[in-house]
């Protein structure tokens, strides 16, 4: 969500439109965009270019830094085993295909961020440092700066920061660049590509956040990641799949930071205000650890917390100094207050629900070689669905994989007509672009339309205010609310480049909320209950054991049910 008030930019009227022709587009320039920009150059000498809203240096998850790989096969483990456990962990819902090639590349990741300068520990024996039984302990404030510095060297490779792209451009059916807009100064792109990779990210500030007023932006997910990548695609008519496989992280309470460095650092216990520990009663999934501290809240036994008091001061100061990598304000605050981990127990919340397909399987529709089915889209990261759990590493291997298939594709069709030649005009993004500008700041205002569309997704569509809960009756109101709400985006105006961007998010959220709400009224059981529950289908019910999927057609929604696909397989739309 944005602060309207502080805008100083310079009135803009007109957009000046700049061409650029490339082989490979790659939108998002976080962990996947990096990774597969370096791996496409490996495998071809076309051109690169990565669009990138913010500045690649410090952008997208990793931008404040990480102090773990998460996804890791540990010595005397099979990538199998890391299928085995997401599979267990999303309950059943997942892609065996793509998280077993995801897995087969985990560890290969990992080797090459180190051959870039990540700092991986080492234990006694000179091999990874193990955090429990899939994670690898970093030194990562610099990881992001590091990819992004190996991208800058790159001759084939050109960045594009502060650009926003808005939407996919198509011919024949097939995806052939994208329109966008300069942040900062009034400049439409018209971007040729012959191949196109989504690695945009998921999507937060679609539901009503934990702290509200200023400190709004203080939540588990970037407060950037509009789901920009899904609504293009949306749009465009991209299948999507598993967006009710919502995702809702369990963090410290207020500061919103992790907190699977207590539990597998520690050994942190989840413990109600009785000092009784509960997880073992909802079990031990993402979704069930979170389930049991909405439940023990709601019966009464909260607050709840990670039980860390008494813990050795060394490792006490050792979670300072981790969370000082990835989220300082947990540190500061134990600082501050003098309760470091050592004498008190830390709180612990769930946060809003967030749609992103690196912890979930939501994200779009996409065959082994993360293609989607828009002929010429790829897609990689928390922008592909299918395959949970990916983290740093996953990302990495997702954007290596569909930098290798774009690779291929590109070779095969080497000395047919490109560039200039491929992509179609976007006179149609131009005009739209032009005429928000046009009217000037209008009287409604982005952000008060952002506040609107959370409160609804909250109260309607299974929101922190509700438990997590939803029913049909409310999703169906959540639907028609959030159309008026897209009606009335329709109509406002921007005076500047960042007003304009604040339109596109608030839109590309509105898209994603269609979406969703279409995806949580066809799932008619409760598989998940931490991230989402049905109050009128209460039970799991293995006639959905199946894929969700949809596509928007001429602004309507339409539902898909899918069959499993497992590891032996290798999927084409």
Not at 203 to 218: C, E
């Amino acid at each position: 969500m944005q602060e309207q008030g502080h805008n100083k930019m310079t009135p803009v009227s007109a957009l000046r439109t700049c061409r650029v022709e490339t082989d490979l587009l790659i939108i998002g320039g976080g962990t996947a965009g990096c990774f597969a920009a370096l791996t496409f150059c490996k495998h071809s000498k076309g051109s690169v270019l990565i669009a990138e809203k913010a500045d690649i240096r410090r952008s997208g998850c990793l931008a404040a830094g990480v102090n773990a790989l998460n996804a890791y096969i540990a010595p005397g483990k099979a990538p199998q085993s890391y299928v085995d456990y997401a599979r267990a962990d999303a309950e059943g819902i997942v892609r065996g295909d793509l998280l077993l090639t995801m897995s087969e590349g985990l560890n290969e990741a990992a080797a090459e961020l180190e051959r870039l300068g990540l700092v991986i520990l080492k234990d006694a024996g000179g091999g990874y440092a193990m955090r429990g039984e899939r994670n690898v302990k970093i030194n990562g404030e610099n990881i992001k700066p590091l990819l992004a510095e190996a991208v800058r060297r790159h001759p084939q490779i050109r960045v594009l920061n502060h650009v926003n792209v808005t939407d996919l451009t198509l011919r024949d059916g097939a995806v052939r660049g994208a329109a966008a807009i300069d942040v900062r100064q009034p400049v439409f792109y018209e971007i040729a590509a012959r191949a196109v990779l989504c690695a945009t990210g998921g999507a937060s500030g679609l539901y009503r956040p934990n702290n509200p007023g200023f400190s709004r932006h203080k939540m588990w997910y970037p407060p950037f990641n509009t789901g920009a990548g899904y609504a293009m695609g949306i749009r465009a008519g991209a299948e999507m799949t598993s967006l009710e496989m919502r995702f809702v992280a369990l963090r410290c309470k207020g500061t919103i930071a992790p907190t699977g460095t207590l539990a597998q650092g520690v050994g942190a216990r989840q413990v109600n205000a009785r000092g009784e520990v509960y997880e073992g009663r909802y079990g031990l999934s993402t979704s069930q650890r979170l389930l049991g501290t909405v439940t023990e809240n709601a019966e009464g036994r909260g607050p709840c917390c990670l039980r860390t008091a008494g813990i050795t001061k060394g490792q006490s100061d050792d979670l300072l100094r981790a969370y000082l990598n990835m989220a300082p304000s947990q540190t500061l605050r134990w600082v501050e207050s003098g309760r470091t981990p050592d004498v008190a127990d830390v709180p612990i919340e769930g946060t809003e629900p967030y749609i992103v397909g690196g912890h979930t399987a939501a994200g779009y529709w996409v065959s082994t070689a993360r293609e989607t089915t828009l002929p010429g889209l790829y897609a990689a990261g928390d922008a592909a669905g299918g395959c949970p759990q990916k983290y740093v590493t996953g990302a990495c291997v997702e954007g290596a994989i569909a930098a290798r298939a774009a690779a291929r594709a590109l070779a095969e069709t080497a000395g047919q007509q490109g560039g200039a030649e491929t992509a179609p005009p976007a006179q149609s993004a131009l005009a739209e672009a032009e005429g928000f500008l046009r009217r000037g700041q209008s009287g409604e205002q982005t952000d008060a339309l952002e506040e609107e569309m959370q409160s609804v997704m909250d109260e309607y569509a299974g929101g922190i205010g509700q438990g997590y809960q939803c029913h049909a009756e409310g999703l169906a109101e959540a639907d028609g609310k959030i159309r008026a709400l897209e009606a009335r985006a329709g109509g406002l105006g921007a005076a500047d480049m960042q007003g304009l961007t604040w339109i596109y998010e608030l839109r590309d959220r509105l898209t994603l909320c269609r979406s969703l709400i279409a995806h949580l009224a066809a799932r008619r059981e409760t598989r998940w209950p931490g991230f989402v529950r049905r109050a009128d289908y209460p039970a799991k019910d293995d006639a959905f054991l199946l894929y969700v999927n949809s596509r928007m057609q001429g602004g309507e929604v339409s539902i898909l049910h899918r069959p499993l696909v497992g590891e032996a397989e290798t999927y084409e739309h």
